[in-house]
């Protein structure tokens, strides 16, 4: 077969793919978002149907003879190329695991989720003990038979699905090297920020925070045309590239958290948005990795957002959409909220600077969990010592312990990691974005994101997946993943 | 293979179609109520990804040799016996159309159907026309293939996709009856209403519409813990039988048609929320067809909610949800309002009495269309001739004559009887719901729809496709479809 006919086979077979995948996107955002609770039994079933529907043309036995023949064969070109790197990927990870396992995870999943739920709410780790073990069991197993196709570790095979080619070594160092600055760091900023800034009183209703969200959201760069936001109980960004739906959740008593999440969402959502439109349905046109992705939405929410210039831009309109009066309301009172470091037991909550160390914490602990070097029923011990360890704290409960992610009890392992990548990757792409472009900054001082939407399309959006993640960084900002950006960033803003 | 072993890999099989439907439907769903304008070019691709891979698993080779073997042997029990109909007669439709003839029309169509909107907005038929002839010559391709398998007529064979086992003699019979007497009727209905009702004055906010539309849909039944109402151009019931989704459009100055709308929706809901649970992901666990579904919103819409028993009891509701004053807030001037008829041009703005002119007309054309006895060519002399005999007027323009459905041009033919067919069911099964329990009426009129609501769930949607529309109408009423009951209805309501 000719190269360009198995090349169009092939992207045929996987714009179909593309296609349900967003189809699965738009139903999940929709379950979160909208379905009334009635609707939820039904629901997974049909989202199971779509996925299995998905996975059975996924992994038809004659992709797997079209990718051979069509990288026997080589690429015309670069795009084309790592086109065929991600069908690959995808297809290796749908095809190397038993289907019986798959749906033995599945179900397994299922019941640890649902148990977790009621565990968590009782504070009661035991009670869900034995489903995780049974989760984790069931996930080495997985692991193992993704390494043996893909190299690596049976870790780095899950990571993978999340972090595509990322390595624990690489990981390893850069997390060795803030887990050493972190303790004296903080240390420092917690003696440097002075007492509490004073909040802004509240009720503050939702059509106004919801008013002021989509006011900054335009100012950030959201194209209504192609987007939504509504409320969800967990804010996400979802839906597809030309429809993007991001979430938040409202309080009355307090709008700086609910506002800071649409921004970061908006992150998300710019990503999606700025994709490269000509590879639209292709693999190679998708978001490059968890990491990356994070690293949009921390580059809005965390560098920018959180800066003086943007708040010393949105101080006022946050005291107008409020009617507010008073000290509160001023922009350096709004900027010591906004980068108010305590060190607390909830990884959702904390603040840019004690973030990295409950993220290290959980990827030691999965590493040790899925490699075998540690049970599940050591779990609620090991994590006390780590919390103490990285943040001198010890959690009074398991809710407020290793009960309170909702990660490994649905299977999702490997992906921790990315939640700190992502952040030290946002700080390395906003320094260079600043140096390429010296409008960066005082464009967001005035409300301007335009200059730093461009470089980041250019540098990033539009690059979808032709490039690996360390090709990605390193074309961008000249060099790979340097956690040193991110703690120059950090010593900057909490002790400059 | 022995049944049951054959007869489980047909249910496992159909419950995986039904699921994907129920996704199609929410994402359908999504288009109308959610979706922001630019999502609509990938939508469309989404939802054509879905289509097929449901299209590829329904007309595998194999499920036919399955129902092959399945009808061999026999049902071992009715509403077995009812789901190796309904999965044949879906798996017949599906195969019967070669799929470059399904592909050509499905592009066909929306061609013809975006042509269409800018051809309505300039009222210029000419414009669509070529595409219209395209459309129609394809569907009558269609039509004869499907005729083949079926056994009947090729329009019979097109209707049959909404009206299951749907027979134009019987159709022809209660159409001509109809036809006899509307025309004298409407001259006497004229008469006797007097001069107009007065207008309650706006305007009514959207949000308190909305109160009352929820408030009533309460009333009549709906579920709120399954369900949900939004906003659309179009108002329609989608969703799934779990997780109802209706919507409605509000005018600010005008809200009597709105709130109809909701209830006709609702009427809609009730059917899909009362379907038999235990058949939940069975083609016969599925409503009955178009004639049968109408039939529930008009039972609501036309036999109950615009009756003077439930408008009394609504009129006070209506006056205070929008703090209204005055005569025009009575009771008996709502009464006069909602049972008001005019001739008009406009199907769906239509009252009661003219409806089915309307559908007769438009019955009676794409019958001669697909049969061959007419062409497009012929289509705006033969409406107009056809709305001055049926209702003595004549469209002045394209616009207010054929261009104004949607129907034909987006495929859909012999769509339009269900409508009337519908409204002729609705008053039979009004009748004999109030036969059957004396407290239905009187219910009604003290806002309490379960004496209705319990004779409808036992004798019409707990039903499901167990029986065919023949077969349910006849049990539920002792008799099959009759049109004198809906004549009756017209009688007692407009000359009474």
Same mark, same amino acid.
């Given at each position: ?156 095979? !899950? ?7 990322? *390595?624990?070594?690489?990981?390893? #160092? &850069?997390?060795?090297?803030? %887990? /050493? $600055? ?116 921390? !580059? ?7 800066? *003086?210039?943007?708040?010393?831009? #949105? &101080?006022?309109?946050?005291? %107008? /959409? $409020? ?174």
């Amino acid at each position: 077969m000719p190269y360009a006919s198995v090349h169009a086979k092939l992207e045929n077979h996987f714009a179909r793919l593309t296609k349900l995948e967003d189809v699965a996107a738009f139903l999940d955002w929709d379950t979160a978002a909208m379905m009334p609770p009635g609707g939820a039994g039904s629901r997974s079933e049909q989202t199971a149907a779509l996925r299995a529907a998905h996975h059975e043309l996924l992994s038809r036995p004659e992709v797997g003879s079209w990718l051979d023949e069509a990288e026997g064969m080589g690429a015309p070109e670069p795009w084309s190329a790592a086109n065929l790197r991600e069908m690959r990927r995808r297809w290796t990870h749908a095809t190397a695991v038993p289907s019986d396992l798959v749906e033995a995870l599945a179900r397994a999943e299922s019941v640890c989720e649902t148990t977790w739920r009621e565990a968590r709410a009782r504070s009661d780790f035991a009670m869900v003990r034995p489903r995780l073990a049974e989760v984790l069991g069931l996930v080495r197993q997985v692991a193992r038979a993704k390494a043996e196709r893909l190299g690596g570790s049976p870790y780095e095979a !899950l990571l993978d699905a999340y972090e595509p080619g990322g *390595r624990c070594g690489r990981i390893d #160092a &850069a997390f060795a090297e803030l %887990e /050493a $600055f972190l303790p004296g760091f903080i240390a420092q900023a917690l003696e440097r920020q002075g007492g509490p800034p004073k909040v802004p009183p509240g009720p503050f209703p939702v059509s106004l925070q919801r008013e002021l969200g989509l006011r900054l959201m335009g100012v950030l760069g959201f194209d209504f045309e192609r987007g939504r936001l509504d409320v969800s109980h967990h804010p996400f960004c979802g839906g597809a590239q030309d429809d993007v739906r991001i979430t938040t959740r409202y309080d009355e008593e307090n709008f700086t958290s609910s506002l800071m999440g649409v921004l970061h969402e908006t992150g998300h959502a710019l990503y999606e948005m700025g994709l490269p439109m000509e590879w639209r349905w292709q693999p190679v046109g998708r978001a490059r990795g968890m990491s990356v992705h994070e690293s949009q939405s921390l !580059l809005f929410e965390m560098q920018a957002c959180r800066s *003086r210039p943007f708040l010393t831009f #949105a &101080a006022p309109l946050m005291r %107008e /959409a $409020f009617g507010g009066e008073g000290p509160a309301w001023d922009a350096d009172n709004l900027y010591r909220l906004y980068t108010r470091v305590r060190p607390d037991f909830i990884r959702v909550d904390a603040d840019e600077v004690t973030y990295p160390a409950h993220v290290i914490l959980r990827y030691r602990l999965e590493q040790a969990l899925v490699g075998g070097a540690m049970e599940v029923d050591d779990l609620p011990a090991a994590w006390a010592e780590g919390m103490e360890r990285l943040l001198g704290i010890v959690p009074p409960d398991d809710a407020r312990g290793c009960l309170q992610d909702i990660h490994w009890y649905a299977g999702a392992w490997g992906y921790f990691p990315t939640y700190t990548l992502g952040a030290m990757t946002a700080a390395q792409l906003f320094d260079a974005a600043c140096r390429a472009d010296a409008d960066v900054l005082p464009g967001i001082g005035r409300g301007d994101f335009s200059p730093l939407l461009r470089w980041l399309r250019a540098s990033v959006h539009g690059k979808g997946s032709s490039l690996s993640t360390d090709e990605l960084l390193t074309q961008a900002t000249g060099r790979p993943l340097d956690p040193s950006v991110f703690e120059s960033h950090l010593r900057r803003r909490y002790l400059g």
